[in-house]
């Protein structure tokens, strides 16, 4: 459902991430599985991956990325009412990982939950924290998309785990004078669920058998089409709802998937590849992370600027996207 221009009075004010220091390189992939290193990059794009340790689950990438976005901006982390994180991969299916992040941050009175929408979570993660602003009853939000699909990745199937990573990233939704937040969009196709998914406690779907024994099952060919058709029509409503155009457009920031379709994206779109800001060629597709992450690399390279006019736009398993166009806030690199 498309929604009309919004006047919000949210923004983005902060921003950090976090990845583990272990790298699985497509070399590494090609002494498990038969690939190579050319193959991957010409398919994906993909260079490397990082991949979470035993130890280290998901609540402990989001806490490093918290910290890192605290350690850069000026900010009473006490003054913050609400924390929501996108994951599939959670620590533990209760206590939330969020519950973790507040505790580990001390942050007393805070609403705190997860929230699961795949690819598509950080995304939507965003519009519920700017709806939460606008009633009132919130002053600043922690959004965070954080991922270990390591954990779920079938490393003998080169189709699939030639692709995942690990990773975090979070931002600081707070109330503003001047919103942000210009226009959204978001929609579910439920029958094509089984296009991708993990099993759990149920491994059927409407009756028919799943498979993978809880790993990323994925029919690639079908997500691609879905994907490279739906995504490059929803930015342009979302353009027309705010009132502008493709060519005021700074930065495209989709889900990095893959970077063949951020290409047939780029190229349905009229918009210059140059446009595109992704995370995939060292983190891999690290799902609800990957925009986060894309963000943040181009804030830490100069290249994301106060006033700019981004596109967000998640897409996955569900089959669910969801899509922001908001212009950027954030002053400089290192802090406001």
């Known amino acids: ?55 280290e689950f998901a609540s402990h990438l989001a806490i490093g990325a918290v910290r890192d976005l605290l350690d850069r901006y000026p900010l009473d982390s006490g003054s913050i009412d609400g924390i929501i994180v996108a994951t599939t991969t959670p620590d533990s299916p209760f206590p939330s990982v969020a519950s973790r992040v507040q505790e580990a941050f001390g942050m007393n009175g805070c609403l705190a939950f997860d929230m699961n929408s795949a690819c598509a979570g950080f995304v ?30 079938d490393y003998t199937d080169r189709s699939t785990c030639i692709l995942f990573g690990d990773g975090a990233g979070a931002v600081l939704v707070e109330h503003a004078a001047q919103g942000a937040f210009l226009a959204s969009d978001a929609d579910t196709i439920g029958a094509g669920g089984p296009l991708v998914y993990a099993s759990g406690l149920s491994d059927e779907w409407n009756g028919q058998p799943l498979a993978g024994e809880g790993k990323i099952v994925q029919n690639g060919r079908e997500v691609y089409k879905w994907a490279v058709t739906q995504v490059p ?49 060292w983190f891999g597709n690290t799902s609800a992370a990957s925009i986060p992450l894309a963000l943040d690399l181009a804030v830490r390279e100069g290249k994301l600027q106060a006033g700019n006019l981004v596109a967000l736009y998640g897409f996955g398993s569900g089959l669910s996207q969801s899509g922001l166009l908001l212009r950027w806030t954030i002053q400089s690199k290192t802090g406001r």
């Open 1 to 55: 459902m498309l929604t009309p221009a919004i006047t919000s009075q949210a923004s983005i004010t902060a921003i950090g991430s976090f990845v583990p220091e272990r790298r699985l390189t497509n070399d590494d992939l090609s002494a498990m599985v038969d690939t190579n290193n050319e193959w991957i990059v010409r398919r994906t794009g993909i260079r490397e991956r990082r991949i979470a340790s035993p130890g």
């Open 124 to 153: 939507s993660a965003l519009q519920t924290a700017n709806g939460l602003v606008l009633t009132g009853a919130y002053r600043r939000i922690l959004v965070i998309g954080v991922e270990t699909l390591s954990r779920i990745t």
């Open 233 to 281: 029509l929803a930015v342009r409503r979302m353009l027309e709802a705010a009132g502008a155009d493709m060519e005021e457009l700074d930065w495209f920031v989709p889900h990095s998937a893959n970077m063949r379709m951020v290409e047939a994206m780029c190229e349905r779109m009229d918009l210059p590849l140059s446009r595109a800001l992704t995370s995939m060629e």
